[in-house]
């Protein structure tokens, strides 16, 4: 890919004044951020304060309203495209859903033909058959082990269902599925929700050895960690805060989701 390069495989972000306004108003506004490739950063903040939609505006989804912000060295919102091509969404709600009545297998088959059609070069499509399939299998292989995910522990195995997953389960896959692509920049939407205090360590733990091989983590929370550069998305002024997610759903709507 052409452009800039940070020297490293993650991509540092920064922000200044960045926010993003929908009919309703600010879904959120005045954010700062400033991590060096590697980093694990956390947005946090009350359900309905513009979480969301902050994570997507940095992974290139939402163009912002106002202020400047940079991803692995490209400037949004005048570059929103290249910051897409660095970046992946894992979960997140209303965008990345899973289909439950797919195999884990189907998921990762389909999400490799994609990448494969449409995630690489000219070049690319003119290899071998052969040599091409044996890349998409290292993808999937190499994106399963980074995710944590084992195949075999799974109640079906590869056929299990993703109706038959387990809350974690689906982070590993939604995460595994994203890294197919080798991302610099990974986005995750609500890390700890509806974890038990063992698995959110779990999902944290996953996060960090994501930043520890050079991929920059941007990962939605209800609270940070100790060791993640924190984000906070609430506002002290109330007539600006959002109610509940609508304000959300509103800011995906005008801003013109990818």
Do not use: Y
């Not at 926010?19 to 700062?32: D, I």
């Amino acid at each position: 890919m052409d452009g800039p390069n940070d020297g490293e495989r993650g991509a540092a972000v920064t922000a200044r004044e960045f926010g993003l306004k929908g009919p309703r108003g600010w879904a959120f506004r005045g954010v700062g951020v400033e991590a060096a490739p590697g980093s694990l950063i956390a947005i946090q903040g009350a359900s309905g304060s513009g979480r969301t939609c902050l994570l997507l505006a940095l992974t290139g989804r939402m163009r912002p309203t106002e202020g400047e912000a940079s991803v692995g060295g490209f400037r949004l919102p005048k570059q929103l495209a290249a910051v897409r091509r660095i970046s992946a969404l894992g979960p997140v709600p209303g965008v990345t859903d899973l289909d439950p009545a797919l195999t884990v297998a189907e998921h990762l088959h389909e999400r490799a033909l994609l990448q494969r059609r449409f995630g690489g070069s000219l070049r690319g499509l003119l290899r071998p058959r052969a040599e091409r399939r044996a890349e998409a299998r290292l993808r999937v292989d190499s994106a399963l082990t980074a995710a944590g995910l084992d195949m075999e522990s799974l109640p079906k195995g590869r056929r299990t269902s993703v109706r038959d997953l387990e809350r974690l389960e689906i982070l590993r896959l939604s995460v595994a599925l994203a890294l197919i692509g080798r991302p610099r920049l990974l986005g995750v939407d609500d890390v700890d929700l509806k974890l038990s205090d063992a698995e959110r360590r779990e999902a944290w733990d996953l996060l960090r050895s994501l930043t520890q091989s050079g991929i920059t983590v941007v990962a939605v929370c209800n609270e940070a960690p100790d060791d993640a550069i924190a984000v906070c998305t609430d506002r002290a002024d109330d007539n600006d805060a959002n109610d509940d997610d609508k304000e959300t759903a509103d800011a995906l709507a005008e801003a013109g989701l990818a």
